[in-house]
């Protein structure tokens, strides 16, 4: 249930104002209270007009509902009368995908809607989550400098995501396979750079971050980025050092690699605080930021709609 795994990207983060652990992330992250509004059942959360699920609830044209139960679907066909279209047309997401063939976005955000109902959110949280992907005014897309960033992934992929994260931050750690896993369908599609953002309050982040940037160097980026959040958050110097010894690093040049990339850490962090990041980690797909759900096949759907619609 999303109850008990989702939380939204854009509020489960590591900020600069406070530290957290990793003992406080199931504390902090949002989550639906399953509990005492259980799925289906959003009266006592929902600060908007309830969804009007009385009449008999009309399909969606293609859009796949069978896993949702009867008053589920009755919420999916209401939601759908109520939410814009995800095109920004004066219309609703139910018109979008009935008469307006130019919308390629609109059978994604049914599907969204779906995926959503069915992992129990409130009506409230829909349309929240919903308007977060599909804005009003769509902002502009941010440009990053990428050259020499780490990446994962071909650079000629068509979506090609930015992420500013901390090696000491636990959603940091949270958000590695959920990333992993929404993009392991996509092996050409899709290449992720990682750009550093260390917090201040996190000491040695910066260190941790020298020394991904050392090993990428030497085409081991993959596998310190790995050890680092592993041992997190044990980056002194002599730890960092023993991490690339035991991944057979030549260490004069690893050495002289590490001292040169604090330039770059600080170039990194600075770009991401001209863009407005103020907290880890902060993804962005196609230079548009992602506030979604943080569990991988909802990151995953974002990855499909952009190849759709954008490819």
Not at 57 to 82: C, E, F, H, T
């Amino acid at each position: 249930m999303l109850a008990a795994a989702t939380v939204v990207l854009a509020g489960a983060s590591c900020g600069e104002k406070s530290a957290h652990s990793a003992d406080d992330y199931e504390g902090i992250k949002k989550v639906l209270d399953e509990k005492d509004h259980p799925p289906g059942d959003n009266a006592a959360t929902d600060p908007q007009p309830a969804t009007d699920t009385a009449k008999a609830p009309v399909p969606l044209p293609g859009i796949d509902d069978a896993k949702l139960s009867a008053d589920q679907k009755a919420r999916l066909s209401a939601l759908a009368d109520s939410l814009p279209s995800p095109c920004g047309k004066a219309h609703s997401l139910r018109k979008s995908l009935e008469s307006d063939q130019s919308c390629k976005r609109a059978p994604f955000a049914a599907r969204f809607v779906v995926e959503l109902l069915a992992d129990g959110a409130a009506d409230s949280d829909v349309r929240d989550l919903y308007s977060a992907h599909y804005p009003p005014v769509v902002p502009e897309a941010k440009t990053f400098k990428v050259a020499n960033a780490p990446h994962m992934g071909p650079a000629t992929a068509r979506v090609k995501m930015v992420e500013f994260f901390d090696y000491a931050c636990p959603h940091c750690k949270h958000f590695v396979p959920v990333l992993h896993e929404a993009v392991a369908a996509f092996p050409t599609d899709v290449v992720i750079y990682y750009k550093m953002f260390p917090l201040s309050h996190n000491k040695t982040s910066v260190g941790a971050a020298q020394a991904a940037i050392a090993a990428d160097k030497q085409g081991k980026f993959a596998e310190m980025h790995e050890l680092l959040f592993a041992n997190a958050p044990k980056h002194d110097r002599a730890s960092l050092f023993a991490y690339a010894k035991s991944l057979d690093l030549d260490m004069k040049k690893f050495t002289a690699d590490f001292d040169a990339a604090k330039a770059q850490v600080e170039s990194d962090k600075a770009e991401g605080e001209a863009a407005g990041v103020d907290g880890t980690p902060t993804l962005y797909i196609n230079g548009r930021q992602y506030e979604g759900v943080s569990v991988g096949k909802y990151l995953k759907m974002w990855i499909e709609e952009e190849l759709a619609v954008n490819g």
